[in-house]
DNA sequence: TAGCATTGCATTCCAAGCTATGCAAGTGTT
DNA sequence: AACACTTGCATAGCTTGGAATGCAATGCTA
């Protein structure tokens, strides 16, 4: 059985995303962020004050993962938490100044970073690129969430 | 200035290799392995004997961690580390028999993650796929290299 | 309303990746 | 031969990601 990573979809973004990731920590670094703190900005970026709960619904991401990625975040001063007026469990999450006014400079490296790197590719062929990707984590999303409800229903 | 996840590349790309090491990992931790050998793995079931250095060149993964991931094969059983004959510095890395007889169900498992994960594709969307991830990836490791380049000229 | 199940979050422990640094062994130069 | 430089690898410390677990607050149900 032959195994040749330039055909594996799965070897190849892995490679991709290293090389997407060392590229964006390069240019958001001097902003003070970091990679990790990115989905979760985009996010509060448009409306803060959610529990970590919504968050996680809007992230494909673990729980204790994003627990750590916001402790982080506070501790760098990007969020404050507060505990919710209705339910004592949870935590409403609030953007402070200092996240706010990253939103533009952030941003635009995050888009300075996709078109260099789709750069020796036509607009076609982004267009395409984006596409399949979407379509890929469509289905991988269904397959993953069919599993869990196999699960249930067996266990 | 707008930003939308599902057309930004960097976003999509992190998301689908979570997706993928997700899949990869539920198939063959019943093997004893990790994501994170694979790579080296494959390397070496083509041909073991190799110093880190050699196994870093066909890697495009940094010193420390091929370091690190060599230390947990090391440690499970997988890889023994003998000191090179000729220069002490270097020591070369040859897989264990159970490492070996792991190739032909580690490999299947990959694939079969490929598979599954291109399955919503026709053959000629997953071949689209492949070359323009290959395509992304040369000018992403071109551009990495020219800054390095740029930055040993100037500094 | 008492007891149980669920939910929201934190904590622990691990893998995997990176940067920065250290150090011993080899190489090259004068 | 002495010195500086380079190379090969290890270590420390960090981020990002996950699984497993714990726990308090809430919701449900008999």
Request: charged share 35%; proline share 0%; aromatic share 8%.
């Given at each position: 059985m032959e195994f040749i990573t330039d055909q594996s979809a799965g070897y190849l973004v892995n490679h991709l995303a290293r090389l997407f990731a060392r590229q964006l920590q390069d240019r958001i670094k001097p902003l003070g962020l970091t990679?990790?703190?990115f989905p979760a900005l985009l996010v509060l970026w448009e409306g803060d004050g959610l529990t970590q709960r919504e968050l996680i619904d809007r992230l494909d991401i673990e729980q204790p993962t994003l627990a750590n990625t916001l402790a982080r975040m506070e501790r760098d001063g990007l969020v404050i938490r507060k505990k919710d007026a209705v339910d004592a469990r949870a935590q409403r999450i609030w953007l402070t100044?200092?996240?706010r006014a990253l939103r533009a400079p952030a941003i635009a490296a995050a888009m300075q970073v996709n078109s260099e790197a789709l750069a020796g590719l036509t607009e076609a062929e982004r267009d395409?690129?984006?596409a399949l990707m979407r379509r890929i984590i469509a289905g991988m999303q269904k397959d993953a969430l069919d599993e869990v409800?196999?699960?249930q229903e067996t266990g």
């Open positions: 990679t990790g703190t100044d200092q996240a395409q690129f984006l409800e196999d699960r």
